[in-house]
């Protein structure tokens, strides 16, 4: 397998995979529609940076060890089921109080980038896929770590035009999303999405 080969079928397999919903598709979809395009770019940013450094992890080797090591994967899965708990907790109970919704309230919205950086960071399922899709397409004459990172920039680059495509698809529907009723039941759902993938989670074993 050729250099051009391996960029043509990486490219093909992961825009499937970036387009398939999952947590981060949710949590830029919420964001755009409760808090407003800016922080749904800011989460986007901080997402893709989370693959980016998984990414230069298993260039450098280092991901083979949560992919081996039970007590390493374990530890990543529990810190990251407890952060998506705590994230939605935090959207339930923003959903209990519509006079949150007050102008002025986006001014105390968290740290979005922070936000999608550790929802990447502490998913060890993300680090475990990367270890075992990314070499798959690095052809033998190729410099691993190089050729694995241009792999991770191409997929980093997929993502940030479905997460802008999915950012703009919310702006139709702006004045809506922003009555009293819409953004409690974004956040209310997101909320048990990501308590209910944070169970999932806890109890998922792994498969090799």
Not at 28 to 49: K, M
Not at 72 to 100: E, H, S
Not at 198 to 206: Q, S
Request: positive net charge; hydrophobic residues 60%.
């Amino acid at each position: 397998m050729d250099a051009t080969t391996a960029l043509l079928g990486f490219s093909a397999a992961a825009a499937l995979i970036t387009i398939t919903p999952g947590l981060d598709t949710a949590l830029v979809l919420r964001t755009a529609a409760v808090d407003g395009q800016r922080r749904a770019l800011s989460a986007s940013a901080g997402i893709v940076t989370g693959l980016l450094i998984w990414g230069l992890v298993v260039a450098l080797g280092l991901g083979a060890l949560i992919a081996v090591s039970e007590l390493g994967y374990r530890l990543v899965q529990i810190l990251g089921a407890v952060y998506l708990i705590w994230l939605g907790g935090q959207m339930l109970w923003a959903a209990r109080k519509p006079a949150a919704r007050k102008a002025g309230r986006i001014d105390r919205v968290p740290n979005w980038f922070l936000r999608g950086l550790l929802t990447n960071l502490l998913n060890p399922k993300i680090g475990v896929f990367y270890v075992s899709f990314l070499p798959q397409f690095v052809p033998a004459s190729a410099p691993v770590a190089g050729f694995t990172m241009l792999l991770a920039c191409l997929h980093v680059a997929m993502s940030l035009l479905w997460f802008g495509a999915l950012t703009l698809a919310t702006r139709p529907f702006a004045r809506a999303l922003q009555g009293p009723v819409v953004p409690r039941v974004l956040d209310a759902v997101t909320g048990l999405v990501l308590i209910g993938l944070a169970i999932k989670l806890l109890l998922e074993k792994r498969a090799f």
